[in-house]
């Protein structure tokens, strides 16, 4: 087990009483995965959103119903349960969104096979979760201070996932035409001690299973902070964290969905249509 999920829970449930605008760029996110859904010419009948926090979403005008599930009971919210076993009949959802917590999981493949087993055929998954070289500055900061100081590394960022390993992991879960990419963001703060409380108030603070279970020592904190700004600094006395979004779609099989040609199906050869060009 990589990630303590009850502490997820608990940190989840505390961001909870904060403002949807305090959680850095969640309430843009969530805009844009509806208006990736409505771009898609299907119907939505019954669907479920997992882990939207206390964002006011507005549905796409595609989907019918929508219930919404969390880790923890959240005023609003329809259900408590956990990705990692999600309590959903077999084959009886059109559509499962989930929004930005697979980097917390601890078993990905399996939670992906069973929203693919929980959707109806030609249903569509859809996620965005925070990949690749995610708060990779903060990491080198917090790794160089506590080598410097104690001679050691505690792990307090999770590593993340990239886009390749993401992938591979929706075609092994038999998802059919699977699609990701990735928006990369470089987000300005006026000190690291900013950086943090937003991670803080977003409730995305480490729940790594082998971090440290003891406060961060104040010399630790005051040397990651003198090496962020002496490596991470703006002219403008800006600093910037990197954040890597990672968007993940694939569809429940259906006999109808568009097929990829067999291979030598082709009409024409390569040599051939490029001639045609000149």
Excluded at 53 to 74: G, Y
Excluded at 81 to 100: G, N, R
Excluded at 183 to 195: A, G, T
Aim: aromatic share 10%; proline share 4%; hydrophobic share 40%.
């Amino acid at each position: 087990m990589i990630h303590n999920r009850k502490m997820g829970r608990i940190r989840r449930k505390r961001s909870y009483g904060n403002s949807p605008d305090s959680k850095l760029f969640f309430n843009d996110y969530s805009e844009e995965m509806f208006e990736r859904i409505e771009l898609i010419n299907n119907q939505f009948e019954n669907g479920l959103a997992l882990g939207f926090r206390n964002l006011n979403i507005q549905k796409a005008k595609n989907i019918i119903a929508l219930k919404t599930a969390e880790l923890s009971m959240n005023p609003g919210i329809d259900f408590v349960c956990d990705e990692e076993l999600l309590p959903i009949k077999k084959s009886s959802l059109d559509l499962i969104i989930s929004f930005f917590n697979h980097h917390f999981s601890n078993d990905l493949p399996g939670i992906l096979s069973q929203i693919n087993q929980s959707l109806k055929p030609n249903g569509l998954f859809m996620g965005c979760l925070f990949a690749g070289d995610t708060l990779k500055e903060l990491r080198f900061c917090f790794a160089k201070a506590e080598e410097e100081i104690s001679g050691g590394i505690s792990p307090r960022i999770s590593p993340f996932a990239d886009l390749q390993d993401l992938s591979n992991l929706l075609q092994r879960a038999n998802f059919n035409l699977p699609v990701a990419d990735i928006d990369r963001q470089k987000v300005l703060y006026d000190s690291p001690i900013k950086l943090m409380n937003d991670l803080r108030l977003m409730g995305e603070t480490n729940i790594l299973d082998e971090r440290q279970k003891t406060f961060l020592r104040k010399d630790i904190l005051e040397r990651s902070i003198e090496i962020y700004n002496q490596n991470f600094r703006l002219k403008n006395g800006k600093i910037f964290a990197t954040f890597e979004i990672a968007w993940v779609m694939g569809w429940k099989y259906h006999e109808s969905q568009q097929k990829p040609l067999q291979p030598g199906s082709g009409k024409k050869s390569l040599s051939e249509a490029v001639n045609e060009l000149d």
